[in-house]
């Protein structure tokens, strides 16, 4: 199994990444021999990846990193690179290898001092593989003063250093560092592919697949999610009945506060699992006996790791939240479709009653007004507004149509 069968209906662009992973040798080759480099490449020093939520973004640049490091014996014969077995494809995966480093966003932001070290480290030649890779997996939440300095590494790249970089379209990403890059956009992959792939690599029953897919509407993960995750269904179901609850003022506020709550239980279940791993790690690191004192001085160090896990809690709560939003969208839209007599697929057909009441005691026109609420909570969202109010604003619209 190759790192490019993970991709999900993205043939087009796993062969362009095959081709420049081939050139990839020649150029270094040519830069350790300080040898003149080839007049055409297909390979380039930074790259981005640009497609819808749920595309793969960051599977296919992780992909492309770990064909770049593959060191199966196969490549010499004119094997395809990106074997998945071997150790540098393995650890490229997995986000262990010594040269393969990944900046996510923690918070709604990547701060300057997030991309600090790794800046750094991109001027550094490698230390076991044929590549420097840096991968951004949120180049669109860069500040202002985080991207300058990813500007100035992609402009000035060492000889043996690819940036990797994945936004939802190439207008999230500053003019002067797209135009740097070469832009690879993927596809929203089809309903028919995401439900192949459940059920190939998850073993999902058939129906439960076609159904995991089609309410997603091709985003893999979520599909994934949704079919292994009895709690995630659990949750969807929620949202939907949500539509039918909103007949009075306070149901509205009760819904908008279970929506809240429901997230903040995402957020909170992560940050068992995570939070406290991390602390007793860094302690160690930093010299802390089993429950002993830390040493002088490092209570800075402390404070840091707790600023940003808590970043990461808002922002977990906040894409949980996301999730649901996304549901009840896709809830209107089915709703719309019956409206208006469209023979697309309907994506929530489990719901397909609560579908067809809806459509006959409203219009279209109230549906869209719907549609555009929801979008609304999702900006108001994005501004940093105290969830629970945007959500009350949000059901009180829904509810008014």
């Known amino acids: 199994m190759t790192v490019w069968d993970d991709l999900v209906g993205q043939e087009r662009v796993s062969e362009v990444l095959i081709a420049a992973a081939r050139d990839a040798d020649a150029l270094v080759t ?48 004119g094997g395809v690179p990106g074997c998945g077995f071997c150790d540098g494809c393995h650890t490229a995966l997995i986000g262990t290898h010594a040269d393969v480093a990944a900046v996510a966003a923690v918070g709604s932001e990547i701060l300057v001092k997030d991309m600090r070290d790794t800046v750094r480290k991109s001027y550094t030649s ?139 239980e995402d957020a909170k279940q992560l940050a068992e699992e995570v939070d406290g791993k991390e602390t007793e790690e860094l302690k160690t690191a930093l010299g802390a006996a089993q429950g002993g004192r830390l040493p002088r001085g490092t209570a800075g160090v402390m404070k840091d790791l707790e600023d940003m896990q808590k970043r990461r809690r808002t922002r977990t709560q906040r894409d949980s939240l996301d999730v649901a939003l996304t549901d009840l969208t896709g809830f209107y839209r089915d709703v719309l479709a019956l409206q208006l007599g469209s023979r697309v697929a309907i994506a929530n057909g489990d719901a397909e009653d609560a579908l067809e009441r809806l459509a006959r005691a409203g219009s279209p026109e109230s549906t869209l007004r719907r549609i555009e609420a929801i979008a609304a909570c999702r900006d108001a969202l994005d501004r940093n507004v105290a969830p629970l109010l945007a959500v009350e604003a949000m059901t009180m619209a829904l509810r008014a149509g």
Request: glycine share 4%.
């Open 126 to 264: 490698p230390a076991t593989g044929r590549w420097q890779i840096i991968l951004v997996e949120d180049a669109e939440r860069l500040n202002e003063k985080s991207a300058n300095a990813v500007l100035k590494a992609v402009e000035e790249p060492a000889p043996r250093t690819v940036w990797l970089l994945c936004a939802p379209s190439i207008e999230d990403v500053l003019p002067t560092i797209r135009s740097r890059c070469r832009h690879l956009n993927l596809s929203t992959p089809s309903v028919a592919a995401v439900a192949d792939m459940l059920v190939r690599r998850e073993g999902i029953e058939p129906q439960v697949a076609e159904a995991a897919a089609r309410a997603t509407q091709g985003h893999v993960d979520r599909a994934r999610r949704l079919a292994t995750d009895p709690a995630a269904r659990a949750r969807r179901a929620a949202v939907l009945k949500l539509p039918l609850r909103l007949d009075e003022i306070g149901a509205c506020l009760k819904a908008a506060q279970e929506l809240v709550d429901a997230a903040a």
């Open 30 to 77: 040519a830069v350790a021999a300080d040898q003149p480099l080839p007049e055409t490449s297909k390979m380039t020093h930074a790259w981005l990846f640009t497609g819808p939520p749920g595309a793969g973004r960051n599977q296919t640049a992780r992909a492309f990193a770990a064909a770049l490091q593959c060191v199966s014996p196969d490549r010499a014969l």
